[in-house]
């Protein structure tokens, strides 16, 4: 019987051991341009956000945690590869991950090389996917397009108006007369999200959720409008101060003042666009929920380690700025809260329920933190540290001083628990005693009376920063313009397979997209009326779509086609043949047709789309049956 026991003893260890060391998944969730205006970090009094909250109280929400940089695409490319800007040389939104960093390993395909299934929708990195990272993504990762479709107004701007180049064409806010499934975007996301999370794998996962709300443009269903208040209740940012700018080096001033602000205050729509960013976040949150209870109802719930952080903060007015790309506290600071569930061996009793740590961490401490908790060996050029003994403890002794970068070497914030320092290019500095002052506005650097943190935080600057690297594009580019007059929709038409839409292009802009030889596109009105298909056949290609309005008086069809219902007579241009409605070739219309015709040949000339009889000349050539129609 005493065997019997003793086995019996040995056998529940094992089983416990056994348990301890199998490997967890990872629910990895990104929200784009979210700052503190979060319940649970309550940054602004109006914000609704049950399930940010829920993830909070369920886990460690970190309170000091920093970016790594001000703007997405460093401070992504810095958390999936695990490499400071300051060392990898990318600074900006404007470089390319992988012309900077070619060879890097991102998580997922880190995680895959160590057993795991690597799965991904919505935005993750700054506007591609790298498809080769990855088991499986959504939308398509060879269309290197993370967007899933979404619902805009066709008639943009619709709450502001545009001043200029300078002004971003996504800041523009509204409420849409749509349900969630019609608008698509994040929701699609989360729909693909939690159907893998229903699944039960013979590999454990890493599956990135990225949702782009709120990052612009603020267009919401209504309903999300409805849950914020009317705009005559709004209340202005609480770190919003008259003067705050008195204080600060020029450098910062010149940072600070980008036109939104003063624009958006002389249009009146300060309020409407803070409503607007709420009611952003209010479906973002809802769009986490769903998440949320996809893996709280499905077979990995007691299995899944969930990660939510945001990639930057957002200025709404605080320091008479708007947008991104600062060194000052609401935009490096930023959500991070995780869930740990016990069974695993490098947290056996998972996290502790309900916890607050206020210890600063930064974002480049993901992916140590991740390996670590995944029993994997640790990537070696990581450059944060894991954080797993604030999971642990979240008062345990920590000296961690994160680095948030702004888009170019040497300029840059240092975060400690209690104080923060910003430096800039010409060598201007600000500090803060966040403790005191959480708003950042009053600027200690000249006080003699903190010369000493002043000194403490001068010595922990790196002594070397990589140049900020921009080689010549190695991929095909493609530029397509449009000059018609009406927003455009944009599809990539991949070989057997349904067509991909691609972000519209609005009236008057040139969209610029990366591409691959050979890949085909559809440019078409929001009527489904197709205005073009082409192929990227060079490195660098423009496309122009010309104004292509109708009249009255009839439709000339190029490179005719026969299978319209029409009567027409046919012309002939220099081995062309057109096809014209008679209509514009008789009557009070005759003279208007053979206008028509001129002006078409002419047109024809000038796009290179026919050439003069014994010309040597590189035409563009439509497909095969395409029509297309002038006036």
């Known amino acids: 019987m005493f065997r019997i026991f003793i086995l019996m003893i040995c056998c529940w260890h094992a089983s416990f051991l056994a348990a301890a060391d199998e490997r967890p998944n990872f629910l990895f969730i990104c929200v784009d341009d979210l700052n503190d205006w979060i319940g649970c970090l309550g940054g602004h009094p109006q914000a609704i956000t049950p399930n940010f909250d829920r993830l909070a109280a369920s886990g460690v929400l970190f309170t000091n945690a920093y970016c790594p940089a001000a703007s997405c ?47 991904g929708s919505g935005k993750i990195l700054h506007y591609f996917i790298d498809a080769d990272s990855w088991t499986e993504y959504f939308p398509e990762a060879e269309s290197e397009n993370p967007f899933p479709r979404t619902l805009y107004p066709s008639n943009r701007p619709v709450s502001l108006p545009r001043a200029g180049d300078w002004q971003y064409i996504e ?46 443009p603020w267009f919401v269903p209504k309903r999300y409008f409805d849950r914020v208040p009317p705009v005559s209740s709004i209340r202005i940012p609480p770190g919003w101060k008259p003067g705050d700018l008195i204080d600060v080096p020029e450098r910062a001033r010149a940072l600070a003042r980008n036109r939104y602000f003063p624009h958006i ?7 409407n666009a803070i409503q607007a960013y709420l009611a952003s976040i209010a479906f973002a949150d809802e769009m986490l929920g769903r998440v949320l209870d996809a893996l709280e109802e499905g077979p990995n719930a007691d299995s899944t380690i969930v990660i939510l952080w945001s990639d930057h903060g957002w200025h709404l007015g605080e320091k008479e700025h708007w947008q991104k790309y600062t060194a000052w506290r609401v935009c490096a600071r930023v959500p991070l809260m995780i869930r740990v569930p016990p069974g695993f061996k490098a947290l056996p009793e998972g996290t ?28 070696s050029d990581n450059d944060g540290r894991s954080i797993v ?24 914030s240092l975060s400690g628990e209690k104080h923060r320092y910003i430096r800039y290019i010409d060598g201007s500095e600000e500090l803060y005693n966040i403790e005191d002052d959480p708003y950042e506005w009053t600027n200690l650097a000249s006080n003699k009376y903190f010369a000493d943190v002043l000194a403490q935080f001068r010595e922990l600057i790196p002594e070397d920063f990589a140049p900020k690297i921009l080689p010549p594009a190695k991929r095909p580019s493609l530029t397509i313009t449009n000059q018609t007059g009406e927003f455009l929709e944009l599809f990539w038409l ?10 519209g292009i609005e009236v008057g802009e040139s969209r610029r997209i990366q591409t691959t030889i050979g890949h085909q596109f559809r440019v078409q009105s929001t009527s489904g009326r197709v205005h073009e298909e082409f192929e990227c056949t060079e490195a ?75 010309e040597s000349s590189n035409c563009r050539r439509f497909p095969s049956g395409s029509t297309g129609s002038t006036s």
């Open 73 to 119: 695409n460093p401070s992504r490319t810095a958390v999936m590869t695990g490499i400071s800007p300051h060392v990898s040389g990318l600074y900006a939104n404007r470089q390319s991950m992988r012309q900077v960093l070619p060879d890097a390993q991102i998580i997922p395909k880190y995680f895959s090389e160590h057993g795991y299934w690597s799965g």
């Open 171 to 216: 800041t523009d806010w509204g409420a849409l007369d749509a349900t969630d499934e019609e608008f698509g975007g994040d929701y699609l996301v989360s729909e693909w999200v939690s159907e893998q999370l229903k699944k039960k794998r013979d590999q454990p996962f890493w599956l990135a959720c990225g949702f782009y709300r709120p990052h612009e």
């Open 265 to 271: 205050q002389a249009h009146g729509e300060w309020r």
């Open 352 to 379: 502790p329920v309900g916890a607050v740590c206020s210890r600063p961490v930064s974002l480049l401490d993901l992916f140590p933190t991740m390996t670590e908790l995944a029993g994997i060996p640790e990537k």
């Open 389 to 412: 003994p604030l999971l642990k403890d979240p008062e345990a002794e920590w000296d961690e001083v994160p680095m948030t970068h702004l888009d170019r070497p040497g300029v840059f």
């Open 494 to 503: 991949p070989e057997n397979a349904e067509s991909v839409p691609l972000k």
């Open 540 to 614: 660098e290609q423009t496309i122009v779509i010309p104004t292509s309005d109708a009249t009255d008086a009839g439709e000339v069809a190029f490179v005719g086609d026969k299978s319209k219902n029409l009567n027409h007579q046919s012309r002939d241009i220099e081995g062309w043949t057109v096809y014209v409605d008679e209509k514009l070739l008789s009557g009070e219309q005759e003279a208007l047709g053979e206008t028509a015709l001129r002006l078409l040949e002419d047109k024809l000339f000038e796009l290179n789309c026919v050439c003069r009889r014994n």
